[in-house]
């Protein structure tokens, strides 16, 4: 049982190691699709760099992250907040971050994208009113958790009356 766990566990960390196996970039994944610019950039990592997240993350910032930074820093702090106002270009960041990763064959999302939608989110959107997701008021609170409490005394009290009676089809 040992030796199966710990199969599994080299298993599953050589899956989550996006660059497991690769020392150089021009490893025996390839490239993703053949569209004209992922063939441009599988061949510029190739020259520049020595494995597909540095590659990837210097994509991203130039490709993806320095476009979106602009565009929202166009807009006023308070439009930042209105979900139609930004909705297309976070839309665009997040399809070019898909975009290279899988010209690149990187798993996405990884461990770097969510960093940095994290940071961007801490950035652009951590003053956002989330009126939503709020809490309801605590009377509401209070009777949806009070109407299970005292529903089981009743039915512990149907239970044993039932069973009391002694006949076996009740």
């Known amino acids: 049982m040992k030796g199966v766990l710990s199969f599994f566990g080299v298993f599953l960390s050589v899956l989550s190691d996006v660059s497991y196996g690769e020392n150089e970039f021009g490893s025996e994944l390839g490239c993703g699709n053949k569209t004209s610019y992922c063939i441009d950039f599988?061949?510029?990592?190739?020259?520049?760099?020595?494995?597909?997240?540095?590659?990837?993350?210097?994509?991203?910032?130039?490709?993806?992250?320095?476009?979106?930074k602009e565009g929202m820093e166009s807009f006023n702090h308070t439009d930042w907040c209105n979900w139609e106002n930004v909705k297309r270009m976070y839309n665009t960041f997040t399809l070019c971050t898909e975009d290279i990763a899988e010209c690149l064959k990187i798993p996405w999302p990884n461990w770097m994208v969510e960093n940095r939608f994290v940071?961007?989110?801490?950035?652009?959107?951590r003053d956002c009113p989330n009126e939503e997701l709020s809490d309801p008021p605590p009377s509401i609170v209070f009777a949806l958790v009070m109407a299970p409490i005292c529903l089981?005394?009743?039915?512990?009290?149907?239970?044993?009356?039932?069973?009391?009676?002694?006949?076996?089809?009740?």
């Open 42 to 68: 599988c061949k510029l990592c190739d020259e520049l760099f020595h494995t597909r997240m540095e590659c990837y993350s210097n994509l991203y910032d130039i490709q993806c992250h320095k476009p979106f």
């Open 152 to 170: 089981i005394p009743v039915m512990v009290v149907l239970v044993v009356l039932k069973t009391k009676n002694g006949d076996g089809n009740s």
């Open 119 to 125: 940071e961007i989110h801490s950035v652009f959107f």
